[in-house]
């Protein structure tokens, strides 16, 4: 029997090199470092206690891997104070991230931030994140999507006031990039704002309230086409840290289903969570694939937009999935708070929200493609 | 031969030679092909003097990527898909030089064409199962049974069969392959029609069919082992292709949607968004596998594409019907025909429903694919066995 139907011939062939969607041996050695790293200092139970301190985040580790190995200049210009390198390789340091749900504010500082403040020409900034002498974070809530509306603070008499909320990694925040009222973006020192934590879902990457009465601000450029370059990079290169979620929780749950007995065998033998676990492989495969796109087409800067688009609006599903089948599967030990799988649940729900929902990416993803909505519908009479 | 004229740019040479020698506008199609063939391009990666020069695999596109551009003949893979994927990597393998000799090179050309008489009625997913007897009788194989699902066998001048040669062994062992000349007295090839309409695939009955022992492909016996080759060529071949963006079923679609805005409805397009997004994951997943390859990086990744692909054509054709609308409760033929190739392309929408049913059955279902990946992939344990070692005939039927 025929086994592969022909494929359809194409709309419109584009004969183009395309992106490189395999790892580089330079990328592996990067990975194989990250996870020694890791491996020593961020193992499940130390998050796990530390989730319960005054000190959420990991601030030791963040100086190894932001200033020791230099990972925190991955996106800047070596004469900046970076390394040169780029979104590819960012993108694996992530996925060693989201393997170890690291509490540290790699996202939210070495890219968001970075990227903000690489789109105003902030230099001096830049430098200051890049070589880890400073931590960074975007005050936008974490859930905003790239090019979705944000809030903003009011900018009277030359001074910021005003609150932002569900602002990512704040607490360890030494800078603020604050949009305002007046389309600027401003550099506010973390010592001018209140800032106070809120109670998060996901307890790896805290959140906090940011309120600033009458702070003092540097405006660094237009606030618009920077956030939006920075969320863009944020929402592409988390879909890396959700394939190492999901691989973590896909590995962990196939070691743990190889072990289990129940009905004196192996409970991993059954065929109906063979095929769940088999389907899982298959979405963390598809995800690789979109989340490398989504790096390499950052680091080119070519089809940057529809390629993160897919990416989020592929990701979210498969890590959630993921996580939630690991609990499952562990049964009664994935309800306790001593096994991490939890820790992995709700980093997966809350990276679903975190610069743009699915259905927010499929929106952006419509336009960018042609595949306009119907007109809406007309309000009911009456 | 030296190693260094078998790389990118000697292979360039030695197309040009070809056409050179036989330039495509002036040379008969066949001709052209033998000629290619005796040149060592037609697989590159076979040994010479069958077809090949031993040369790395990946080469093979600069080979095609050369004669494609001066207009030469292909050998329209499409129609002899079976014979390429699946009987020359076998016979390669397993037969002797005079089968390698005598087989290959009007296989490759298209001159005969090969079907695969593996699947019975009650051995489908379980094949190991199956229960055609073959008898020694002499220099010949008496052969007697039932084969099904077979395309291309009403074309076929010969076929790849595995029958059972000794019934007291364990299903695995006693199975014996076999090249079956498809002329021969006592094959009878009948037309199943299926659920498109069209008769793509048959029933061949066997009945009292000599096979010389010369076309035994490895050992008596060993037909089961021989059969893992031909298989695992069949889902390699699958995943491979490179497709440009909207290049899979999810095309048609797209272009319907945009052509024909009084189709669209809110939940018809949240759908149509989730499964574009599918389709686009799904192409980068197979670039990637091309790229690995390419690499000489071979992963477990192409297990999971077939799968992957046959589950959203399915999905992207059932959303193409209710797209339509009135159009969709309408089929555009339901004549009997008996197509050389599945024509996804010239059909409408209400065929591509109908037979993507088919692509989580054909090569292996969906269920026995996840159970390779769960066991080949993941490590899992198997399910335990009751008819390992006990004979085939002793076995419940």
């Known amino acids: 029997m025929s086994t592969q139907p022909d494929p359809l011939p194409a709309g419109a062939a584009r004969p183009h090199a395309g992106p490189d969607l395999l790892y580089s041996e330079e990328e592996e050695a990067l990975r194989a470092a990250v996870r020694d790293l890791l491996t020593d200092h961020c193992a499940a139970p130390d998050v796990l206690a530390r989730t319960e301190s005054d000190t959420p985040h990991d601030v030791p580790l963040w100086k190894i891997l932001a200033g020791g190995m230099g990972l925190a200049g991955l996106l800047v210009p070596e004469e900046l104070g970076g390394q040169g390198a780029g979104h ?114 996901d307890l790896t990457r805290p959140l906090a309230r940011v309120r600033l009465d009458g702070a003092a601000g540097r405006r660094i450029g237009d606030a618009e086409p920077a956030v939006r370059r920075a969320l863009r990079a944020g929402a592409g290169l988390l879909a890396s840290e959700q394939l190492g979620l999901a691989e973590w929780t896909l590995t962990q749950t196939v070691a743990y289903l190889k072990e ?16 769940r676990l088999a389907q899982l492989w298959l979405e963390t495969v598809h995800l690789r694939a979109a989340a490398r796109n989504a790096a390499d087409a950052l680091a080119r800067d070519e089809d940057a937009d529809v390629a993160v688009a897919v990416a989020q609006a592929y990701a979210a599903a498969v890590a959630v999935h993921a ?25 997966a729900k809350s990276d679903a929200l975190a610069y743009g929902t699915a259905g927010a990416h499929r929106e952006t993803l419509a336009a960018l493609v042609d595949l306009p909505a119907p007109p809406a519908a007309p309000a009911p009479v009456g | ?75 329209d893979p499409h129609r002899i898909g079976i014979g390429l994927g699946m009987a020359a990597p076998t016979l390669l393998r397993y037969g002797t030089d005079e089968q390698k000799r005598r087989f290959l090179r009007p296989l490759w050309t298209g001159q005969e064409v090969w079907c695969q008489l593996f699947s019975e009625p009650g051995a489908g997913s379980d094949l190991a199962a199956l229960g055609t007897r073959a008898v020694r009788d ?86 089961w082992r021989v059969a893992q080759t031909t298989l695992m060529n069949e889902r390699v071949s699958i995943g491979g292709m490179r497709l440009p963006r909207e290049g899979g079923m999810i095309g048609p679609v797209a272009r319907t949607w945009r052509e024909r805005p009084g189709l669209r409805t809110h939940d018809l397009h949240q759908r149509l968004l989730t499964l574009w997004v ?67 392309t010239g059909r409408d929408a209400g065929y591509r429903y109908l037979r993507s049913k088919g692509n989580s059955i054909e090569g ?3 269920e026995i694919l996840l159970n390779i990946v769960a066991e080949r992939v993941l490590g899992l344990p198997a399910e335990p066995r009751t008819d390992k070692d006990v004979a085939w005939k002793d076995l419940a039927r």
């Not at chain 1, 690991?326 to 708070?337: F, N, P």
């Not at chain 2, 595995?162 to 364990?170: N, Y």
């Not at chain 2, 009878?188 to 029609?193: H, I, K, S, T, W």
């Open chain 2, 138 to 223: 002499g220099e010949d194989w008496i052969v007697d049974g039932q084969k099904v699902w077979t395309s291309s066998a009403h074309l076929a001048r010969w076929a790849i069969l595995i029958a059972r040669t000794d019934p007291a062994l364990p299903k695995h062992q006693g199975i014996t392959y076999f090249l079956c000349d498809m002329t021969d007295p006592g094959v009878e090839v009948r037309p199943l029609r299926q659920i498109t309409g069209e008769a793509e695939f048959n029933e061949v009955f066997l009945t009292g069919v000599r096979i010389p022992d010369a076309h035994r492909l490895g050992a008596v016996g060993d037909g």
């Open chain 1, 88 to 201: 590819r390789e960012a993108a694996v340091v992530l996925e060693e991230l989201g393997r170890a749900v690291a509490p540290v504010p790699y996202l939210t500082s070495a890219v968001v931030a970075t990227e903000a403040l690489l789109a105003c020409g902030a230099d001096d900034l830049v430098t200051e994140l890049a070589t880890a002498a400073s931590t960074g974070v975007l005050a936008v809530a974490l859930s905003t999507a790239p090019g979705a509306p944000h809030a903003v603070v009011r900018r009277e008499n030359g001074t910021l006031r005003g609150e932002l909320t569900a602002v990512a990694d704040a607490a360890v925040a030494d800078v603020l990039l604050v949009p305002a009222d007046d389309g600027g973006l401003y550099a506010v020192d973390a010592a001018a704002a209140t800032v106070v934590p809120q109670v998060p879902l």
């Open chain 2, 364 to 366: 292996g279902t969906s």
């Open chain 1, 323 to 347: 996580a939630e089948e690991a609990v499952q599967l562990h049964g009664g030990i994935g309800m306790t708070w001593e096994h991490p799988v939890h820790l992995y649940l709700k980093r």
């Open chain 1, 260 to 275: 289990r007995k129940q009905f004196n065998r192996p409970v991993g033998g059954f065929q109906a969570l063979k095929h």
């Open chain 2, 1 to 75: 031969m030296t190693a260094e004229t078998l790389d990118a740019a000697g292979l360039r040479r030695r197309a040009r030679e070809l056409l050179a020698a036989h330039p495509p506008a002036t040379t008969d199609r066949l001709a052209f092909l033998r000629a290619r063939f005796d040149a060592g391009l037609a697989w590159v990666h076979f040994p010479e003097g069958l077809g090949g020069l031993g040369a790395p695999r990946a080469l093979q596109a600069v080979v095609d990527a050369e004669l494609e551009a001066a207009g030469a003949p292909d050998n």
């Open chain 2, 278 to 344: 599918e389709a686009e994951v799904a192409r980068l997943t197979g670039e990637r596998l091309r790229q690995q390859l390419a690499a000489g990086q071979p992963g477990p990744e192409g297990s999971g594409m077939k799968l992957a692909f046959a589950g959203l054509n399915q999905r992207i054709s059932g959303l193409e019907v209710e797209l339509r609308g009135e159009e969709g409760l309408l089929y555009d033929d339901w004549t009997m025909r008996r197509p050389e190739l599945v024509d996804f």
